[in-house]
């Protein structure tokens, strides 16, 4: 069974980072997409970050880029989201998600499609204080 364990959100003041993690089991991390998600009170999922496994290819959607960082450390199962420069806005309740995948699926797979077919941690609430 494949689960996911997020863990490293708290509170910070706004230009500070947080590095949140990611803790996979039951999974062949090489044939899976790990991504991160976040979402604001009253706002919808949105994708942050994304890494396949195989290769370790990467893609950050628009709103992060040049901001945050994915990564994975294979010996640890465990993939981080490096998250610099962070603003108020940046407040939500992260969530990595796992699926099957392929590279070039990382900026196609929505919170929709991980949710049909994927499989989500319990998420991590990051907090940014103005």
């Known amino acids: 069974e494949v689960q996911l364990v997020e863990s490293g959100g708290g509170l910070v003041q706004a230009g500070g980072s947080l590095r949140l993690s990611c803790a996979h089991s039951g999974m062949n991390f090489d044939e899976y997409l790990i991504a991160w998600f976040r979402q604001a009170p009253g706002k919808e999922r949105e994708g942050v970050s994304c890494i396949f496994g195989r290769d370790g290819s990467t893609y950050n959607f628009r709103s992060v880029k040049g901001r945050f960082t994915i990564s994975s450390d294979n010996a640890k199962n465990t993939v981080y989201l490096q998250m610099n420069s962070l603003a108020p806005e940046d407040t939500a309740v992260y969530y990595c998600?796992?699926?099957?995948?392929?590279?070039?699926?990382?900026?196609?797979?929505?919170?929709?499609?991980?949710?049909?077919?994927?499989?989500w941690g319990q998420g991590t609430q990051v907090t940014v204080s103005a």
């Open positions: 998600a796992a699926v099957l995948g392929r590279r070039g699926l990382c900026p196609i797979a929505d919170a929709t499609y991980y949710s049909r077919v994927g499989y």
